[in-house]
């Protein structure tokens, strides 16, 4: 799990993560001694332990129809995740898998009956609840873009590994293993079903993904890019101060990098979006989404092919009023950044 104190979180990372994290900063001599020394090689043998006791019960789930949900930091992503990973026909990754990937499959607790909040946007998260699948790639060393929590200003940078296409071929080779063995591992856990799989980072990479994992469908969720922005960079800033080992980020300079950033984004989302047949893609509007659930996701699951039957129940009857009490926030950046805003996400209005 992440540990929440005051001002700061941990994330479990591996030996090779940590070899991976340092390409952007260094450690002091203690921090590195405890972190990458100790703990890191710690969870490298608790991962090859896992593999090792369960080699035989852990079959391949790349020809598995799951769910793949893409779009922008903030656009909506975790709303519509925790929606669909509610339907029974799908597992998901949860916050216990994602946190705790070297053992999650072992049973072994990690924070099991803790409650927090988020502190970008005060949803409540559990152990069992659905969670991002990037932290638990960059926990086993694959390269992510999430190296750039714990560096700040290495974040333009960071963000340039999304895609493991355009990794070094090792790089590349590590990363296509570590999502498929995790994957893999995830619907084990969940008695060997399709895994809806979810984050903003899988926007870079559906091409890949799609190579990996055939079957699988695609959603892509926008939400009001003004709301977006903003979200965004509050999002950046409260990661950071959590999980920053280097210096911080000058407000502006993050602001561009959000700017430019989603621009390369969209452009590669859209174009690999394109390439895939019709019924493997939805395009889903978060204000429609929030407005009439059940109406968008009857759409959704038609596009999509989808068993519809869960969307009649009553248990999603529940949800749906459960999700009804969050209000995601609706602050918009200075009219200076407004205009540049418009200026150059204008396409995604």
Known sequence: MVRFQKKKAYINLNKLAWENVLNFGKLDPYTSFVRKGLLGSLFSICGRLQSKILESELVSAQS???????????????????????????????????????????????????????????????????????????????????????????????????????????????????????????????????????????????????????????????????????????????????????????????????????????RKLSRELAALPAHMVAQVEYERLVRDPLREMQSLYARLELDPEFLTSEFFAQQIERSRLYRAGNNVPSPEWQRRIHSQWGDFF
């Open 64 to 266: 598995l129809p799951h769910l793949v949900i893409t779009g922008h930091w903030r656009s909506g992503t975790t709303y519509l995740h925790n929606l669909i990973s509610c339907d029974p026909q799908f597992t998901f990754c949860s916050t216990q898998a994602c946190m705790n990937p070297h053992a999650f499959m072992l049973g072994i607790p990690s924070g099991a009956n803790r409650k927090t909040n988020r502190p970008m946007d005060d949803v409540q998260v559990a152990a069992d609840s659905p969670q991002e699948d990037e932290f638990a790639l960059l926990a086993l060393g694959a390269r992510s873009p999430y190296e750039g929590l714990m560096f700040p200003r290495s974040l333009f940078d960071a963000l340039s590994l999304a895609d493991p296409a355009e990794l070094p071929e090792l790089d590349r080779q590590v990363w296509e293993r570590t999502f498929c063995d995790f994957i893999k591992g995830v619907s084990f856990v969940g008695g060997r079903r399709a895994v809806v799989v979810k984050s903003p980072t899988h926007s870079y990479r559906v091409k890949a993904i799609s190579a990996l994992l055939p079957n699988a469908k695609f959603i892509s969720i926008r939400r009001n890019p003004l709301e977006v922005f903003e979200s965004t960079f509050r999002m950046w800033k409260v990661l950071f101060d959590l999980y920053r080992l280097g210096e911080p980020i000058g407000d502006d300079d993050l602001r561009e990098i959000i700017l430019e950033n989603r621009v390369i984004m969209e």
